[in-house]
C-alpha cells in the first residue's frame, strides 16, 4: 500500500548525511523565508493532514548543524526538497490511494503534480505554501471545510467533527480538479442530486440511494439518451437471491408483477414450469415496462461498468423519509420528468408525458451528453456557506482518518539506522 507520509523525509534525510550512501541528486537551494514557510506548512493541520513534526524536526537539527558548518548544506535542501514533493503530492491527489482503503472510488485521480516545474518555481524563489495553495482543490466547498478544520483545531481540538472534516477534505483532494461546469452531481450521503449550470443556481432533487450493504459506487458518466416505458432486467443476483425464493411459493407473482421468464435462447417461459430452485438459475427475468416496473416511466442512460442508472420508481412515498440508502445501487430520482425537461429543455413535460402514455419503450437521444459525477462527501455546503454534517450512512469516514494516522505513526517508529543499513 502505497501512502504519501511525510515522516519519511526524515529517514531519507539521516541517510545522506555526510558520507551516506544515498546517491547524489539535484537541489534546489532553499532559501530561509523558503524553509520557515515550509516548515509551517508541513504541521499546518488545517488541511486534515498528521503534521510531519519528525521531518521538521530533523530539518531544524540539520539547519542548526549547518550553522556551525556549511557542508550540511546539501543535506537541507534535500531535505526540504523531499519533504516539499511529498506535500505536493498530497495536496495535488491525496494523502492515500483511494482504491486501497475501501473507497469504492472508481474515478480516475489528478494527476502527480510536476516535480521539475515545482523545484524551478522554488528556486525562482516562490514560497512552498502558495504552490501546495495552488495544487490543492480550489472549490469554495474544500476552502470552507479547511477554514472550519483550523477553527476547531484552534477552539475545539476534541471536536468529533474533526474527523469528519479530515476524510471529507481527502475526498475533495482525490477529485479531478475543474468539473465541467455543466453537470449533475449526486451526493450519496446528502440523498440529494444537484445539476449544475453555469451562472445558475445548482437544481436540487431528493433521491434514493444504494443501501449500505448493496452500495452505490463512487463513479463517473455520461447521460447520453433518456427512456420512456423502460424494461427491467434485474441483476443475477436480485434474481437468486429474492425474486426466484418468492416466485417459488407464488409463481403467478412473476406474471402479475410483470416479469417475463426467458430461456438460454430468449424464449418466454411459463412461470409455472419453471424449476425456482435450480443452481446455477438458467433462466432471465425482464420486466415489462408498466407502472409497476422497478425503474418507473423514465431511465437516464449512462454507459458504465457497474448497470447502475438514474430512474424513476414506482414507490414514490419512500422519498418522504429522511434517510434513503434503500436501493441495490441503482439512484432513484424523485420528479424525474422535470429533471428530464431541465437536462434538455427542447423537451416539455406534457411531450413525455404523452409519450409515456403511448406504451411503447421509446429512447430519446440527448442533443449534448450531460456528466454525471456520484460521489461520497459526508459534509456539504448550504447555499449561504453553512457546512452540513451528515450521517456517514457507509461508515467509511473512520477506516480513512486510521489509515491516513496509522501509516504516519508506524514510519515515524521506524529506526532510522534500520533504513539505511545495506
Not at 516535480?115 to 522554488?122: G, I, S, T, V
Not at 437468486?240 to 418468492?246: F, G, H, I, K, T
Not at 438459475?281 to 438514474?310: E, K, S, T, W
Amino acid at each position: 500500500m502505497r501512502f504519501f507520509v511525510f515522516a519519511l523525509a526524515a529517514l531519507l534525510v539521516a541517510c545522506n548525511s555526510p558520507g551516506g550512501r544515498l546517491a547524489e541528486r539535484t537541489a534546489p537551494q532553499w532559501r530561509e523565508a523558503q524553509l520557515a514557510d515550509l516548515r509551517a506548512a508541513a504541521v499546518d493541520p488545517a488541511d486534515g493532514f498528521k503534521p510531519a513534526s519528525e521531518s521538521v524536526a530533523r530539518l531544524m537539527e540539520l539547519e542548526a548543524l549547518s550553522a556551525e558548518d556549511d557542508r550540511y548544506a546539501d543535506e537541507i535542501d534535500a531535505a526540504a526538497d523531499d519533504l516539499f514533493l511529498k506535500l505536493a503530492e498530497a495536496h495535488a491527489r491525496g494523502v492515500v490511494d483511494p482504491a486501497e482503503v475501501g473507497a469504492d472510488w472508481h474515478m480516475e485521480r489528478p494527476p502527480a503534480p510536476d516535480a521539475e516545474a515545482l523545484r524551478a518555481e522554488l528556486a525562482a524563489g516562490a514560497l512552498p505554501s502558495t504552490l501546495l495553495r495552488r495544487l490543492a482543490p480550489n472549490s469554495t466547498e474544500y476552502a470552507a471545510l479547511r477554514a472550519e478544520l483550523a477553527r476547531l483545531y484552534a477552539e475545539d481540538p476534541n471536536s468529533p467533527r474533526i474527523p469528519q472534516l479530515r476524510a471529507n477534505l481527502e475526498r475533495w483532494r482525490w477529485l479531478v480538479r475543474d468539473l465541467p461546469t455543466t453537470r449533475i452531481e449526486v451526493r450519496i450521503a446528502e440523498f440529494a442530486l444537484y445539476l449544475h449550470r453555469p451562472n445558475e443556481t445548482p437544481r436540487k432533487h431528493a433521491v434514493i440511494v444504494g443501501a449500505r450493504r448493496t452500495p452505490t459506487p463512487i463513479f463517473s458518466a455520461e447521460i447520453q439518451s433518456i427512456t420512456l416505458n423502460p424494461t427491467w432486467t434485474p441483476p443475477r443476483g436480485i434474481v437468486v437471491n429474492e425474486l426466484a425464493p418468492r416466485f417459488r411459493n407464488d409463481p403467478a407473482a412473476a406474471a402479475r408483477e410483470g416479469y417475463d421468464v426467458l430461456d438460454a435462447s430468449g424464449r418466454i417461459v411459463d412461470p409455472a414450469a419453471v424449476d425456482w430452485n435450480a443452481r446455477p438459475f438458467p433462466y432471465q427475468l425482464r420486466q415489462r415496462p408498466g407502472a409497476a416496473n422497478a425503474l418507473g416511466r423514465i431511465r437516464f442512460d449512462m454507459a458504465n461498468a457497474f448497470a447502475v442508472y438514474l430512474h424513476d420508481t414506482p414507490s414514490r412515498g419512500l422519498f418522504a423519509r429522511e434517510t434513503r440508502a434503500l436501493s441495490h445501487g441503482c439512484v432513484r430520482v424523485e420528479a424525474p420528468l422535470s429533471l428530464a425537461t431541465a437536462v434538455n429543455p427542447a423537451w416539455s413535460e406534457e411531450e413525455l408525458t404523452a409519450r409515456i402514455g403511448e406504451g411503447a419503450t421509446q429512447a430519446l437521444a440527448l442533443p449534448a451528453r450531460m456528466p454525471v459525477y456520484m460521489l461520497y462527501f459526508t459534509t456539504t455546503l448550504t447555499a449561504d456557506g453553512q457546512i452540513v454534517y451528515l450521517d456517514d450512512v457507509y461508515g467509511r469516514d473512520g477506516t480513512l482518518i486510521t489509515t491516513i494516522d496509522g501509516a504516519a505513526e508506524k514510519a515515524d517508529l521506524v529506526n532510522r539506522q534500520d533504513l539505511c543499513s545495506p
